[in-house]
């Protein structure tokens, strides 16, 4: 059973850094392109960014030139560098194989002074 494993969120200052990691169980991994998601307190799930096997790469616009989404095939992990946080970044951070029903538990981050 393939499992997600979130870590690395927290309490950041606005223009702070945090780095998030996904750890993947499973031969899921290496055959599905990965993607990071958040979900702000009171709103819907939405993209941040996606990475596929090859290391293509797609961002949300809000996220553009302070995110960056990378992977390490041989240890099933992705991970989404953040640069520059908002207060508006402030969200449950999901990893997700897409086109799969699977989600990690999430991480929070929270940009606040």
């Known amino acids: 059973q393939v499992q997600l494993v979130e870590s690395g969120g927290g309490l950041v200052q606005p223009g702070g850094s945090l780095r998030l990691s996904c750890a993947a169980s499973?031969?899921?991994?290496?055959?599905?392109?990965m993607g990071w998601y958040r979900q702000p307190p009171g709103k819907q799930r939405e993209l941040v960014a996606h990475i596929t096997t090859g290391g293509s790469t797609t961002y949300a616009d809000s996220v553009k030139g302070r995110f960056t989404i990378s992977r390490d095939n041989a240890e099933n992990t992705v991970y989404l560098q953040m640069n520059g946080l908002k207060p508006e970044d402030t969200a449950v951070y999901y990893c997700?194989?897409?086109?799969?029903?699977?989600w990690g538990q999430g991480t929070q981050v929270t940009v606040s002074s």
């Open positions: 499973g031969s899921i991994f290496s055959i599905r392109t």
């Open positions: 997700h194989p897409l086109a799969t029903g699977l």
